[in-house]
């Protein structure tokens, strides 16, 4: 009661722009964040004269990358929200693109995405044997899986490539026999291709969001159909479901759980197992992308899964933004190294809002800082032509970094993530 | 008595999980239709003459040494409930600077070395000290942030070595820094093969030896026998109980961390002060990960790392040979990766076995082994069966 009443007094307190703005709950703050972030990247655009930095072409790579990283976020999110922590998600994905080319090459790409499910599902399963059946702790039971992931595929590799004549070799697959559809809309980004005629006559905003909305609709996998689908479907299943709830009570409070008649242990089975299939989905995402299994393909990308977890406070659409977030660098690596200098103009700008920001709260050393490394991203962003590809090669990496060091205090994990749960023993 | 048995339990985790290891991987290559005794055979062959045996023997000891460091930086930080995950990125860093500088200045002989060592482990722990700080001022998890710095520093490595460090000329098919001259560069320990009376071996055995020796009994030394190993592992077992009796649990993550990290910072530098000379795309990879294996079969103790650091050479030397065999060589991994899920699962059974031992012959059995990972907060013994029994029986 008391703090309906505080809410109501405070919205009232505040002045009809800062209504606006804020008010009206988090769905129109985060439409309000969208639209800043848009305009401050047309603005860094056209300062900058980087047209890939909003072109669709980017957006398209940055979602067809989103797809890996947010698969690999889903399948933590399973995993951790039944309080298993799972570090071995990247060992899942390689095992998922180890058999999605496996099954590809010869099967075509339904082949390819059942054998990716069955391979990562497997790395999930062993996951849960030593964490929950055995009681190991998670991250070493993860790490391990993780080295022991990248001894399996070398070693199948061997087995079924090396020396036959299908086309393969110790380090790579065949070529998948079929190519995944890929869906555009109709007149709009394909045929006339409207937004892709607005998207190329760089005018000031309208140009970014028809770049944003044709990266969006065209060319679309059906994966990463597949991939957009599984963000609400896993809400529905986790949030709306009995077995949902049940799910996330073993992450909670498993003895309480466990003393209302939910069997935790086999719920944290089934929780990791599709964890791996979901990580295991996410690998086949990237063979696709290269019509191909090659070894490394993964470079990380589970590990930047679990970090757009983290970022999105355990939460379907929060990992989804994270996912969009680090697919949009990594994207932009790939496109253009002339455009990642760019984003040092966003960093600055960002960065100056923030001591803007902490100096009207009278935090000024904070607010320092900030300026400080404002004002170095800016020297960064005048003075370097092009970044060498060494750098440039990790920045999906640092962004994950920085925003995970600016964002992850008010996080809240599941209770009981991470934690051992053995029967009778709590 | 007990003392005999105490070493018995410890042993048995770690023999059991090998033996298991063992038979998955014999099991797998019956699989693929080769025969397990000739992939047995290729291990345990050494050569045929003396200079070939001691030759392996130089190869495995050489392989230990980088491994045992390895281990070594990861179970520091382990012993104190932190994932350094990121040793690979820590030595890489390490490694690339070291060789910049070692390869920019001359002085004399021991003086040439003490920098470079210096230099490598300044780098080593002021990388770890990037995750010591933003775990402690912004709570972010060490896993991830270390996991992330790994693959920054991979990619700063290859700028540093494709741009300011690089020493070979433009067109070469490997890039490597300039070399070390003479005077930095540690002397190889060969003529102790005279002493003990064993053929002289083709390459020589590393000189860097003495140094991981000196560095395994210091950490031991740290860790057993002094205040700040004791809160280290108190702070391991259970932070709340360290926390309450004093310990600055901030200033323990950061110290720890760049202990690790200075010791991670050392791990590149047998092979670069004993034989490249340089660093270069060809350096050797993958440590930090296989120190984590390391560390994890070695229970965190110095004397259990270098045992597993000498298992892991030992199996890392038979891949050429299992090749020529018609074996794939990543069964070698495969067996590591075994062992250290083995050993961890072996680890937990042992653990639960005297929990229940402990609880049945209540009293005269042993205190329980545990390994931290659920030792409630120090309490008598005695106190702490009653209570699990009464918890068991609820």
Not at chain 1, 404 to 412: I, K, V
Request: charged share 10%.
């Amino acid at each position: 009661m008391s703090t309906v009443t505080t809410a109501a007094t405070s919205a009232s307190n505040r002045g009809p722009l800062t209504e606006l703005f804020l008010g009206g709950g988090t769905a129109r703050r985060i439409t309000w964040g969208l639209v800043g972030l848009m305009l401050l990247m047309s603005v860094v655009r056209i300062v900058s004269g980087e047209q890939a930095l909003t072109s669709s072409s980017t957006f398209a790579t940055a979602l067809l990358l989103a797809v890996p990283i947010g698969l690999a976020a889903l399948g933590g999110l399973f995993s951790e929200r039944a309080g298993v922590v799972n570090i071995g998600l990247e060992g899942m994905m390689i095992l998922g693109t180890w058999g999605g080319g496996y099954a590809g090459y010869q099967w075509g790409w339904v082949g390819a995405i059942v054998g990716g499910v069955l391979f990562g599902a497997a790395g999930g399963l062993v996951h849960a044997i030593a964490t929950v059946t055995f009681g190991v702790d998670h991250v070493v039971s993860g790490v391990a899986i993780n080295i022991l992931a990248g001894g399996i595929v070398r070693f199948l590799s061997e087995l079924v490539y090396a020396g036959s004549d299908v086309g393969g070799g110790v380090t790579q697959s065949p070529a998948l026999s079929s190519r995944p559809p890929s869906f555009s809309l109709p007149v709009l980004s394909d045929g006339p291709d409207l937004l892709g005629d607005l998207a190329g006559r760089e005018w000031f905003l309208v140009s970014d969001i028809a770049g944003l909305l044709r990266g969006m609709t065209s060319g679309v996998g059906v994966l990463t159909l597949i991939a957009i689908l599984l963000v609400p479907l896993s809400y529905l299943v986790l949030w709306r479901t009995a077995f949902g709830l049940r799910l996330r009570s073993c992450g909670e409070n498993p003895a309480a759980a466990d003393s209302l008649g939910v069997p935790v242990y086999r719920m944290k089975y089934i929780a990791v197992v599709i964890s791996g299939g979901l990580a295991g989905l996410g690998g086949v995402a990237l063979v696709f992308v290269a019509n191909i299994y090659k070894e490394g393909q993964t470079g990380g990308r589970g590990f930047i899964g679990l970090a757009a977890l983290i970022f999105g406070n355990w939460r379907p659409g929060g990992l989804a933004a994270g996912a969009g977030l680090f697919g949009f660098a990594d994207g932009l690596q790939l496109r253009s190294r002339t455009a990642v200098v760019a984003l040092l103009l966003l960093l600055a700008v960002l960065l100056l809002a923030v001591a803007v920001f902490q100096t009207v709260r009278g935090k000024y050393v904070q607010a320092v800082l900030a300026a400080a490394f404002a004002a170095l991203s800016l020297v960064g962003f005048l003075t370097i032509e092009e970044l060498p590809t060494g750098i440039v090669s990790f920045t999906p990496h640092l962004i994950t970094l920085l925003v995970l060091s600016l964002a992850s205090q008010r996080l809240r994990m599941p209770k009981a993530d991470g934690l051992v749960y053995r029967r009778g023993e709590h | 008595m007990t003392a005999l048995r105490r070493l018995g339990s410890a042993l048995v985790a770690p023999a059991l999980a090998v033996v298991v290891a063992v038979v998955i991987t014999a099991v797998v290559i019956l699989l693929i239709g080769e025969n397990p005794s000739t992939a047995l055979r290729v291990l345990l062959d050494f050569g045929d003459t003396p200079a070939q045996q001691t030759q392996a023997i130089v190869v495995i000891l050489n392989r230990a040494v980088p491994l045992f460091l390895s281990g070594l930086a990861v179970a520091v930080a382990f012993r104190m409930g932190l994932f350094n995950i990121g040793v690979e990125g820590q030595y890489r860093m390490a490694t690339v600077l070291a060789a910049g500088a070692g390869a920019a200045v001359a002085l004399p002989g021991p003086l040439h070395v003490l920098l470079i060592i210096v230099v490598a482990m300044a780098v080593g722990a002021l990388w770890a000290g990037i995750v010591a700080v933003l775990k402690v001022t912004r709570g972010v998890s060490e896993v991830i942030s270390s996991i992330m710095l790994n693959f920054i520093a991979l990619g700063t490595a290859s700028w540093l070595l494709t741009g300011p460090l690089r020493g070979s000329e433009e067109g070469a098919a490997i890039i490597t820094t300039t070399d070390i001259p003479e005077s930095g560069r540690f002397p190889d320990l060969n003529g102790l093969f005279d002493v003990v009376g064993l053929a002289q071996p083709r390459s020589g055995l590393y000189g860097f030896l003495l140094v991981a020796v000196v560095v395994g009994v210091a950490v031991a030394v740290v860790l057993t026998r002094t205040r700040f190993g004791f809160d280290l592992r108190a702070t391991g077992m259970s932070p709340s109980a360290a926390t309450a009796s004093g310990v600055d649990a901030r200033r323990m993550v950061i110290k720890t961390m760049l202990i690790s990290g200075g010791i991670a910072g050392l791990i590149g530098l047998p092979d670069l002060l004993g034989d490249t000379h340089h660093f270069g795309t060809e350096f050797t990879a993958g440590l930090g990960f296989l120190g984590i294996a390391v560390a994890l079969l070695g229970r965190g103790s110095p004397t259990g790392i270098a045992f597993a650091a000498l298992l892991f050479a030992f199996l890392d030397r038979a891949a050429v040979p299992l090749q020529f065999a018609d074996i794939p060589a990543s069964v070698v991994t495969i067996i590591q990766g075994t062992i250290v899920l083995a050993v961890v699962i072996a680890n937990e059974l042992a653990r639960q076995l005297t929990r229940r031992r402990a609880e049945r012959g209540s009293g005269q059995g042993g205190p329980p082994t545990d390994d931290g990972t659920s030792a409630g907060p120090g309490g008598p013994v005695g106190t702490r069966i009653t209570d699990d029994r009464q918890e068991a029986g609820a």
